[in-house]
Nanobody
Framework: QVQLVESGGGLVQAGGSLRLSCAAS????????MGWFRQGPGKEREFVAA????????YYTDSVKGRFTISRDNAKNTVYLEMNSLKAEDTAIYYC??????????????????WGQGTQVTVSS
């Protein structure tokens, strides 16, 4: 089984920054794409960002473009989400996800095979 473990969440003031990490288990781990989703209070889980592992091509939801950056470290099997200029509406549990097979659209939650347990990000106003 593939296991994903998120870290780096916490409490930060509006305008501040955080970097989330998601480490995948196993030295034989392979992934077509990894993504970040978030679920705020009373909301559905929504797409934030994703990256095609080999190609290094990134995708973002409109609300985080210019503020968040997704990246990966091949040697560490780890994906990162650098979050800058944080807003109160960014408050959510952030989940990382992975899919091994090709998927045509990276923003669709149901296409991912593996999920982490989430890390809480709280942004104060």
């Amino acid at each position: 089984q593939v296991q994903l473990v998120e870290s780096g969440g916490g409490l930060v003031q509006a305008g501040g920054s955080l970097r989330l990490s998601c480490a995948a288990s196993g030295r034989t781990f392979s992934s077509y794409a990894m993504g970040w989703f978030r679920q705020g209070p009373g909301k559905e889980r929504e797409f934030v960002a994703a990256i095609r592992w080999n190609a290094g091509i990134s995708y973002y939801t409109d609300s985080v473009k210019g503020r968040f950056t997704i990246s990966r470290d091949n040697a560490k099997n780890t994906v990162y989400l650098e979050m800058n200029s944080l807003k109160a509406e960014d408050t959510a549990i952030y989940y990382c996800a992975s899919v091994s097979k090709f998927i045509p659209v990276l923003a669709v939650r149901g296409l991912y095979d593996y999920w982490g347990q989430g890390t809480q990000v709280t942004v104060s106003s």
